[in-house]
C-alpha cells in the first residue's frame, strides 16, 4: 500500500533542487542550497592561520557553525555541527594546509524537511566555489519509513514528523572526482561504491535500513550529476532540476 503524499510525489521522487554559488561576497566562498522548501546557506571563510585546542596542526581543521532560523543554538544544532565536521573532514585534503583552521558557517533560511543533508550539500558546493582542496565530493539524501512500512524519499517536515523512521545517508560522489584518476581511493580502499555518514532517527531494522539504501544511492547519483553540472556554470547562476 504506497502512501499518499501531500505533494503528490511518488515515494522515491525527490523534491526540485536549485543550487547558486558565490551569493556572499566577504565570504571565501559561499552557496546556496533549496531542496522544495527548505532552504540553506552555507559560507566559508580561511583557510586561517593556526588550529582549535585539541586538533592536530599537523592538519588543517574543519569548523562548523550552524545558524538556525531563529533562536539560539541548542542540541540539535550541536549534533548537526558534528556530524558535518566528520563528513566534510572526511572529504577535504587535510594535509596541504596543515595548522589551518576553515569555517564553514551554515544558515538556515527555512526547514521543511531534510534539513541535515540540504547543508550538507550546500557546504560541499561553498567549499567549491572557495576552491578548497577535496577528495571528491558529499552527496546527502533523507530516507524515511512510514507507519505502514513505505519507504519515502526525500520527506517535508510533515512526512518528517509522521514517520517512525528516517535516516540521513552521504554518499561520495561516484562518477566524477575533482582530483585525477585515482582520487576515489582513501587508504587503499575505493570509496566509490561506499557510503561516508549514516544518521538514524528512530527504530528502524536492518532490512529498513538497507531499503533505505537501496533507495537513496540513485537519488545521490541524481544529486550527483545535478552538482556536477552546477559547477559547470558561473558562480551567481541558478540551476535547478526536478526530480
Not at 582549535?52 to 539560539?72: H, Y
Amino acid at each position: 500500500m504506497e502512501v499518499d503524499r501531500a505533494d503528490g510525489r511518488a515515494p522515491n521522487q525527490r523534491r526540485p533542487v536549485a543550487c547558486t554559488r558565490g551569493i556572499l561576497h566577504r565570504a571565501h566562498g559561499s552557496a546556496s542550497w533549496a531542496q522544495g522548501d527548505t532552504k540553506v546557506i552555507a559560507a566559508v571563510y580561511g583557510p586561517k592561520a593556526g588550529t582549535r585546542k585539541n586538533e592536530n596542526p599537523e592538519k588543517a581543521c574543519i569548523e562548523v557553525i550552524w545558524k538556525p532560523k531563529t533562536g539560539q543554538s541548542g542540541k540539535p544544532e550541536r549534533e548537526y555541527e558534528m556530524v558535518m565536521k566528520k563528513t566534510l573532514q572526511s572529504i577535504c585534503l587535510l594535509n596541504v594546509h596543515p595548522n589551518t583552521t576553515t569555517s564553514i558557517i551554515i544558515q538556515v533560511v527555512n526547514d521543511d524537511g531534510a534539513l541535515l543533508p540540504c547543508a550538507i550539500n550546500a557546504a560541499c558546493a561553498a567549499l567549491v566555489d572557495a576552491g578548497t582542496p577535496l577528495k571528491h565530493l558529499a552527496i546527502a539524501i533523507c530516507c524515511c519509513m512510514s507507519e505502514n512500512g513505505q519507504i519515502l524519499l526525500d520527506p517535508s517536515k510533515i512526512e518528517e514528523q509522521k514517520v517512525k523512521s528516517f535516516v540521513y545517508l552521504v554518499f561520495p560522489n561516484s562518477i566524477a572526482s575533482v582530483l585525477p584518476e585515482g582520487s576515489l581511493k582513501s587508504r587503499g580502499e575505493i570509496t566509490e561504491h561506499g557510503i561516508l555518514t549514516s544518521v538514524t532517527h528512530g527504530v528502524m531494522t536492518v532490512d529498513d535500513y538497507f531499503s533505505c539504501l537501496k533507495l537513496g544511492r540513485p537519488a545521490a547519483a541524481e544529486l550527483s550529476d545535478f552538482i556536477r553540472n552546477n559547477l559547470k556554470l558561473k558562480p551567481g547562476n541558478d540551476s535547478s532540476k526536478a526530480a
